[in-house]
């Protein structure tokens, strides 16, 4: 198989394909009626420097090499699954629409071709830019290469448009003035290009054994828990994530066990032959993919918001229903059930004070098994530290 992978920024959970009443994404609806439809999946976190970077590694962000700016870099020493088909003549594309995938941050590592679109500038507080179109002519571009396409490809697009700031497009119906209503109109206008760009692919001769992916960086909030936009927590409304998978030839399920993009580098590689490198923490979906009715819950989701400049640190562990946050280097837990509360808003760790103490154990553990490395670059961070970690696994702290 070829893979795209198509990421959108800041796109929630609630879309019409999981009961949001407006019809905002039209052509992703109906991809999803062909697709298996993962109705509770979670980003890694909720900002898109380490949402990102750990979906291309496949690993937890705060196992990964990386600096302690908001805006964070991210050091060679980190292995991406790129990387791993780069070794196996597979070749890889990128292309992105906002200026931090432009400045040097180590996230093109493992591609053979990265590019921005033209005109972009970097304003650190909002997105300036609406860049659906260019996105789209730009990927035309590069997929119509046959130095790209005519042997067995990866390519990724991330799309930015939902970001901040919102904008009402005379494309898209007029659901309303406030932010939700704009952000609607985003959406609708970012998958009216997701349908140019995959109406274009459908005419090339290396469609027919391509499989597409489309899945978020990490949702948005409208007021949630005195929240907008996003990052800072990791309440489900800002980490849970839509993600499909069209592959050729098999049959549309939903599957309502929860699922962590950690497990999308292993599919990936499995969907195209190339065995996964050691490195990696997910397991692949193939095989839930190929045979309806086997997808069964993990042992848990993990989902963390490691310590920079901006955000001070986060964790949250959940396990069937229950959903365990800490925060301030887990000093203060919260407890819910996010069947019965799916809104977070009662706290049960007072009142189920064995359940939080097993969910507390589990995390800790977890965090054994896979060590925290700290940030580099000298940076003060939320909690006044220093960024003082290390490089690579050789450099001294």
């Known amino acids: 198989m070829n893979v795209i992978?198509?990421?959108i920024?800041?796109?929630?959970a609630d879309m019409p394909w999981t009961g949001y009443p407006r019809k905002i994404a039209p052509f992703l609806t109906e991809l999803a009626a062909k697709s298996v439809v993962y109705e509770r999946a979670y980003s890694m976190?909720?900002?898109?420097?380490?949402?990102?970077?750990?979906l291309l590694a496949g690993r937890y962000p705060s196992t990964l090499y990386r600096s302690g700016a908001f805006f964070a870099s991210f050091s060679p020493a980190n292995f991406f699954f790129t990387?791993?088909?780069?070794a196996h003549k597979i070749?890889?594309?990128g292309w992105h629409a906002h200026m931090y995938f432009g400045q040097n941050k180590g996230l093109d590592q493992g591609f053979d071709e990265w590019q921005l679109v033209p005109g972009l500038t970097f304003n650190s507080e909002?997105?300036?830019?609406?860049?659906?179109?260019?996105?789209?002519a730009l990927g035309i571009e590069l997929l119509g290469k046959p130095a790209n396409t005519s042997k067995q490809f990866f390519a990724w697009a991330h799309y930015m448009d939902p970001h901040d700031q919102y904008v009402k497009h005379p494309e898209s119906p007029d659901f309303g003035r406030n932010n939700r209503d704009r952000y609607d109109s985003e959406v609708f206008y970012t998958d009216l290009f997701v349908k140019k760009l995959l109406d274009w692919a459908k005419t090339q001769p290396w469609f027919s054994h391509t499989a597409i992916i489309v899945s978020a960086d990490h949702g948005e909030?409208?007021?949630e828990h005195q929240m907008y936009k996003h990052a800072f927590e990791l309440w489900d409304v800002l980490t849970r994530i839509p993600l499909l998978i069209h592959v050729p030839g098999l049959p549309h399920q939903r599957i309502l066990a929860r699922r962590s993009v950690i497990d999308l580098a292993p599919t990936i590689l499995e969907l195209m032959g190339c065995p996964p490198p050691p490195s990696l923490l997910g397991k692949s979906l193939v095989p839930e993919l190929t045979a309806v009715g086997t997808a069964e819950e993990r042992p848990f989701i993990l989902l963390e918001l490691p310590e920079d400049s901006h955000n001070a640190p986060r964790r949250a562990l959940i396990q069937g229903a229950f959903k365990l946050a800490t925060r301030d280097d887990s000093h203060q837990l919260s407890l819910y059930n996010l069947d019965q509360d799916p809104d977070e808003l009662t706290d049960l760790a007072a009142k189920l004070p064995k359940k939080r103490d097993e969910l507390k154990q589990l995390l800790d553990q977890a965090y054994v098994t896979n060590?925290?490395?700290?940030?580099?670059?000298?940076m003060r961070l939320r909690t006044g530290k220093r960024a003082a970690g290390p490089t690579g696994p050789t450099a001294p702290r």
């Open 5 to 7: 992978l198509i990421t």
């Open 9 to 12: 920024d800041s796109l929630r």
């Open 45 to 54: 976190s909720s900002y898109t420097a380490k949402s990102i970077s750990s």
């Open 83 to 86: 990387e791993a088909l780069q």
């Open 91 to 93: 070749r890889t594309i």
């Open 126 to 136: 909002t997105d300036e830019h609406v860049t659906s179109d260019k996105m789209t």
């Open 221 to 223: 909030a409208f007021g």
């Open 371 to 378: 060590p925290s490395v700290e940030p580099y670059g000298g």
